[in-house]
């Protein structure tokens, strides 16, 4: 599984701090993680009005401007699925915390278990809440979360889903689309890519992290390129 963080704390070395913990939960967990670090709310939500892809939030409650609690209150407002974990050197907030439906209130200094305990239940939870692609067989109906597709393509009138497993349905690719979240992009008429497993592209080609190679439109791989760099 792949988890995108945000930490949030305007003193910055203890946001290095947390990003390396994080760093060696995941390594531990088998978990993919991509951080980004904000000095405040305010730089937060300007990036989160681009891209609502985050999936865990450590905030810091106490600063500059716009409080930790606030800015969980603003991203409740369009996001239920997130999980966010107040990271603190206050103990005072405790009761706002569950109103915005926090994880866990963890007070600095932080134990490096504790922290860990507290992601390991994040990613559960969100494992038990992944968007997922629901497709219709003959005589079965698959649920396949989106952190397992690698990518959809048309062929004729079918569409196939390359996951753990190969699945093919009568549905419109656009159709598709639709159920599929920020993580994916549209390379042409007939083909759809999730980014998280891009290795590398060049003009021709998408190489992906299993070692397939997914042919590229032409016009592609600038607008392709941007959507991997946008998305780091």
Wanted: hydrophobic residues 40%.
């Amino acid at each position: 599984m792949s988890c995108r963080f945000a930490i949030c704390d305007d003193d910055q070395d203890y946001a290095r701090y947390l990003e390396g913990l994080a760093a060696r939960w995941a390594a531990r967990a088998g978990t993919r993680l991509e951080v980004e670090r904000f000095p405040s709310a305010q730089a937060f939500l300007f990036r989160y009005e681009e891209r609502q892809d985050f999936d865990v939030l450590l905030l810091d409650i106490e600063m500059g401007g716009m409080d930790g609690v606030e800015l969980a209150r603003t991203v409740r407002r369009e996001n239920d699925d997130v999980q966010i974990v107040f990271v603190t050197g206050y103990a005072d907030y405790i009761a706002q915390g569950y109103e915005v439906s926090a994880l866990h209130y963890l007070t600095k200094p932080v134990d490096e278990q504790k922290l860990f305990q507290v992601l390991t239940r994040a990613v559960g939870r969100l494992r038990r809440n992944e968007k997922a692609l629901t497709l219709t067989l003959p005589g079965q109906t698959v649920r396949l979360p989106l952190s397992q597709v690698r990518y959809l393509e048309v062929l004729h009138n079918y569409v196939t889903v390359h996951a753990g497993l190969d699945y093919t349905v009568k549905r419109p690719l656009s159709e598709l689309e639709k159920e599929l979240d920020g993580r994916f992009f549209r390379v042409g008429r007939s083909c759809i890519l999730n980014l998280s497993f891009i290795r590398r592209a060049s003009r021709t080609q998408a190489e992906l992290t299993t070692g397939e190679h997914i042919p590229l439109p032409r016009g592609q791989y600038d607008k392709l390129n941007r959507a991997i760099i946008d998305r780091i």
